[in-house]
């Protein structure tokens, strides 16, 4: 397939679309407020990996544009299967917001974003109450020998850090199962402000998982050991926003 | 006690000192660089919350200045134990640094440092491979009825989530037991960059915990999913160094 072929097989020119509006009209008659991912193409010919918050009136609320894209931007002979974000996706250019939608301060990331700190913490800075995301993660790793537990673990970690380090929830919903024959891990689940995992998906079906969610465990969390106010000090995080890579030369030497 | 009494008694005016010197020269003698931390009077008045780091013949190498103050600077009455760092400090005003050492790049933290996404991040921009911090932490929370568990599973998923996601080490250690009364959790730990506790003390006494760091692990990682150069966006975290604290308005919409 070339690549023009896929974008026009795979990508989206309209949320909802003919083949999404079934979709929406179901969740309005039942109000239930969803989110949606999908490969968007823009009318100018920008291509993002997006996605879409409703309403209980399935509205459209919110849109991310994913941010972190892994992966690489060439075909590479050698692999079992590509990990082509880089090829096929721009890097979002509106930032991480936050909306507020049937009374919660709502935010969203997608995929390899839940493994970036500045995810949560941007949004946090926003108030996000609630963050959610979807992901397709492969079982096997192309880029290095990694063990495969740790493909299940380091997603439950990330989000358990974050969640507790931010005072919010997030609730992530895997695509898993197998696509064109390779596996992917499952584990979508649902993450307190305490940084426990209050739900967890048990199979690689369809699945259903809930929780009762206490919005107030995270106010208490922004009120006293994550009250960013009182706690955080930007004047010493600048290097965040001001270099990329690593590598930098040493640190200052005590006087 | 005064606080001119309590500041007499608890600080340091010399790093070592008449106390401290018998530990610097038997660290020399085996040949064990080690952290210190210590309450930092200085000559201009000024008084720190500061560890320090020694090679392995025990001289300074770096100095860190504890930068995340918890807590609250009022005597509360109503508390069975007061939490002052607010008072008894000034915040840190070196910034997160990182030292080579031993062949290492090393970073420092303290205690509740340890919770927060930027104290790693920012020495992960400078490449640090082990980060290393003490900790003396409370089992009661004073400033709301927290469930008792979660002082410890809090503790092990800040420094997990934050081992994997900088790709570096991570180790830290208690001073648990009691102290006028009063219980501090234990839990020790040593956290390798896949997020995996690779030791934790077993009990609140004296105890030496250790394990075999393999710095190849952290690079794996630097290299490939945490590339900073490759897949970090800093254009989109101005908030972590614009905003001190929550509270924003709403998000941008859609268009």
Request: hydrophobic letters at 40%.
């Amino acid at each position: 397939m070339s690549e023009e072929e896929a974008v026009e097989r795979f990508f989206e020119r309209s949320m909802p679309g003919p083949e999404t509006k079934p979709l929406f009209d179901l969740a309005a008659e039942f109000k239930i407020g969803f989110y949606l991912g999908y490969a968007e193409l823009t009318p100018d010919g920008r291509r993002f990996n997006t996605a879409i918050m409703t309403d209980e009136n399935a509205k459209i609320v919110g849109r991310y544009r994913k941010i972190h894209l892994p992966g690489h931007s060439h075909h590479i002979e050698t692999a079992p299967f590509q990990h082509l974000e880089k090829k096929f996706f721009d890097v979002g250019n509106e930032g991480f917001n936050v909306w507020t939608t049937q009374g919660v301060r709502m935010g969203m990331c997608i995929c390899n974003d839940r493994r970036w700190a500045e995810t949560y913490r941007v949004m946090a800075l926003q108030s996000a109450e609630i963050v959610v995301l979807g992901y397709n993660t492969p079982s096997v790793n192309i880029h290095w020998p990694e063990a495969p537990h740790l493909r299940m673990s380091s997603h439950l970690i990330s989000m358990q850090g974050n969640a507790y380090g931010n005072a919010l929830w997030v609730a992530a919903a895997a695509k898993c199962g197998s696509e064109d024959g390779f596996h992917m891990i499952g584990g979508s689940a649902i993450v307190s402000p305490t940084g426990e995992i209050t739900a967890l998906a048990q199979t690689e079906d369809d699945e259903l998982i809930f929780t009762n969610i206490d919005l107030a465990i995270g106010e208490t969390f922004r009120e006293h050991v994550f009250n960013f106010a009182k706690h955080r000090r930007p004047e010493h995080y600048g290097l965040i926003v001001e270099r990329t890579g690593a590598g930098a030369p040493l640190g200052k030497k005590p006087d």
